[in-house]
């Protein structure tokens, strides 16, 4: 069954720092993979998806992700992160046609 | 603008009392999700719709029902909401198999 894991439940980093977010994934199938973002009492934002091709991908408010098919994983990473990036990031898995899973997320707090 | 609207954004409702949660979304995307997230949990899917098509997860309850009467439109239906249900309810559409857009939800309490 597919899964995906966030080792990091919680991360903490200075403004203007860079940020990684770790995500783990077990998928039979080729996977599409995903970063959500949850602001505090708000609905998820879609950062960024990978389907195929390049294995580096870019998204929106200056993240991007690698997928590493040999680590099976997909993190997210940020150059220097802003007070507004604190939220809830989550990791997801999914396929055409197949169940699309969350992973437990990680909550990044960001000092002044 | 918002593309994915959930109506109310704060519901409060009498232990056993049915309740509707209501969903729209302007980006006419043949799926739409309902999806319940509890503090400090990822959410976790309920049912969705492809179409008209309805598929419900096999671990959600039978208190919890759905309606979508046209593509724009899906309503979550809880009928005797137990405290267990206090959750925030999410509802999300997209194509092709994955939720891309959601709405920011509707935080539900039970008194």
């Known amino acids: 069954a597919q899964s995906v894991t966030q080792p990091d439940i919680h991360i903490t980093v200075s403004e203007g720092a860079s940020l990684e977010l770790r995500c783990n994934y077990s998928?039979?199938?080729?996977?599409?993979l995903f970063w959500y973002v949850q602001s505090p009492g708000q609905g998820l934002q879609l950062l960024l998806k990978y389907f195929s091709g390049d294995t580096l991908v870019q998204g929106i408010k200056g993240f991007e992700a690698e997928f590493k098919r040999s680590q099976s994983s997909f993190n997210l990473r940020k150059p220097s992160v802003h007070w507004s990036d604190a939220a809830e990031y989550f990791c997801?898995?999914?396929?055409?046609?197949?169940?699309?899973?969350f992973g437990p997320g990680t909550r990044l707090s960001v000092l002044p | 603008d918002a593309m994915v609207i959930q109506n109310p954004r704060y519901q409060v409702t009498q232990f056993g009392k049915p309740v509707t949660l209501s969903c729209s979304q302007t980006l006419n995307h043949n799926v739409m999700y309902w999806y319940q997230q509890k503090s400090s949990q990822a959410p976790k899917l309920l049912f969705h719709y492809y179409d008209k098509d309805f598929n419900n997860e096999a671990d959600t309850p039978d208190n919890f029902q759905s309606r979508r009467p046209n593509t724009s439109f899906c309503f979550l239906d809880i009928r005797s909401p137990g405290l267990g249900d206090a959750a925030m309810y999410l509802c999300a559409c997209g194509e092709g198999g994955q939720p891309q857009h959601f709405g920011d939800g509707t935080r539900l309490s039970i008194l």
């Open positions: 998928y039979g199938a080729t996977p599409y």
């Open positions: 997801a898995v999914g396929s055409y046609g197949q169940n699309f899973v």
